[in-house]
């Protein structure tokens, strides 16, 4: 049952007896509402949604005899009905759904712990990721404009492409975070998945180990997808390679496809996922195995049994966020001296036909930079928190011959905006700021300037609001850190 309001909670609380209640509260007076409706409340418990920004009121909620606090903007399906079912358990009671087998207390709570473990360490790893990207956007974007300008032969050309690979190498780690964070997914195309899987594995072919022999059986048939083709690439990637690493004398690589039908009961365990069609992918090795305690944390970041320094061990939690993040299931299984087994299941994408229907990448070209003398190619405000980032695209955008404009938040971008809005052409909009987020100041831009054209970018942002932004418009999405040829061939498409 539904009641919306204060005094329509009161009556259906009065009238009824239920087995739970959840009570969603704003920020202004939620501690006084929940005490309102908890003496209304008979003898079940309560769990409490609310948005972040009143969270300050979850310790006297609490103390006033919730049983759980939910953030709001945090909250999925999965999360939600296992803390439901927990709180049910704790109570004495069981959730049931329709024919679905009782979820016993130990399994929820189990499963809580889990989810709740995974869920924290996704949100520190996300907010890592977000403030190494920033400084390694400005160290990369400086170093590449010094390259540009620094002749082939000239000694201090070696030192400064050593920098770039070195920022290329901590972009890789700060994208694994990110996947397993279950951030990202911005370019959603519809895939062909055996294309996926073959340039993965076109990748991998130099690292075979000898002796080590590599299977493919593609099954036909509704096998697109919708998603993020690097960061799909980069997963099957990761388990190509976790594969070959476990094989040193040799063995067999095998990775299989097929569409499979996933029913409600399958599913029970993911209350998020959709009964339907799945692509099921199978990837499957003849390696040393795991034991039950390393399977327990293999989808933990930085958990890893390689010898210290030959690896972060990001590889399966990266893999975990981002089928995740892509409506999907991922599932291990392993024995020591057997092998492992990973099964993958990612949603077919609705009404997904033949090749005609997979949108395929574009190599795209690159444009010269920009000489001293080149006329001026428009303006360009770049809206962005943090000073040094500013400064890199401005160098940047200057040596492709762009005015450039600089704001540190909305305000100041709506401002720049009004005393030169003749003068720019474009807005590169970073989707986390104080005082207005990357999504108040779009909207606000949008309203006064509907033509002008706005280039998100950002090294963390949560997937929906980047991918409702540019549903209402942006012209696409600028994954921090980035170099000038990849700001390059951005602007060229725009």
Not at 218 to 233: K, N, W
Not at 304 to 323: A, C, N, Q, R
Request: hydrophobic share 40%; proline share 3%.
């Amino acid at each position: 049952r539904v009641a919306q309001g204060l005094e329509a909670g009161v009556r259906a609380l009065d009238g009824s007896s239920f087995d739970a209640v959840i009570i969603e509260l704003d920020g202004a007076g939620a501690l006084d509402d929940f005490v309102v409706l908890r003496a209304h409340v008979k003898n079940a418990p309560i769990l409490v949604v609310a948005p972040r920004q009143a969270q300050k009121w979850g310790p006297d909620v609490i103390r006033a005899g919730a049983e759980e606090w939910l953030v709001l903007e945090d909250m999925d399906a999965t999360r939600f009905g296992l803390c439901v079912a927990h709180a049910l358990a704790r109570s004495g009671r069981r959730m049931t759904q329709g024919a679905q087998p009782e979820m016993s207390s130990e399994r929820s709570e189990r499963q809580l712990r889990h989810a709740q473990k995974m869920e924290a360490i996704g949100t520190l790893a996300g907010g890592v990721a977000h403030d190494v990207n920033n400084v390694l956007g400005s160290i990369m974007a400086l170093a590449s404009v010094l390259e540009e300008q620094t002749a082939q032969g000239d000694p201090g050309r070696g030192d400064i492409e050593g920098i770039l690979a070195a920022c290329r190498r901590g972009r890789n780690l700060t994208r694994d975070l990110l996947g397993f964070a279950r951030r990202g997914k911005y370019h959603r195309e519809r895939l062909e998945i055996g294309a996926v899987i073959r340039e993965s594995v076109r990748l991998i072919e130099r690292r075979t180990v000898h002796g080590v022999e590599v299977r493919l059986d593609l099954g036909e048939g509704c096998a697109l997808v919708d998603g993020d083709r690097t960061q799909l690439e980069h997963a099957v990637t990761n388990l190509c390679l976790n594969a070959l690493e476990a094989m040193h004398g040799g063995g067999r690589l095998t990775i299989t496809t097929q569409v499979v039908e996933l029913s409600e009961r399958e599913l029970a365990a993911h209350h998020d996922r959709t009964p339907g069609r799945y692509i099921q992918v199978e990837v499957s090795d003849t390696g040393v195995g795991m034991d039950s305690e390393t399977l327990e944390r293999a989808f933990e970041p930085f958990f890893t049994t390689k010898p210290k320094g030959e690896g972060p061990g990001l590889g399966l939690s990266m893999v975990y966020g981002t089928v995740d993040n892509h409506g999907g299931i991922i599932r291990l299984s392993s024995r020591p001296g057997v092998g492992t087994h990973v099964v993958l299941h990612l949603p077919c994408a609705p009404g997904g036909g033949g090749a005609a229907a997979v949108a395929r990448r574009s190599d795209g070209s690159r444009r010269a930079a920009a000489g001293a003398g080149e006329d001026r190619r428009g303006g360009v405000l770049v809206v962005d928190d943090e000073a040094m980032i500013r400064l890199a695209a401005k160098r940047m955008l200057e040596r492709l011959g762009y005015e450039v404009f600089l704001a540190g938040d909305g305000s100041q971008a709506l401002f720049c905006l009004t005393e030169n809005s003749g003068a720019i052409d474009l807005v590169v909009l970073d989707m986390i700021m104080p005082v207005m987020d990357g999504e108040q100041t779009f909207g606000a831009i949008r309203e006064r300037y509907p033509q002008l054209p706005i280039l998100l970018c950002s090294g963390f942002s949560r997937e929906d609001k980047a991918e409702k932004l540019i549903a209402q418009g942006a012209v696409g999405f600028l994954q921090k850190p980035f170099g000038l040829p990849a700001l390059e061939q951005m602007l060229e498409r725009i």
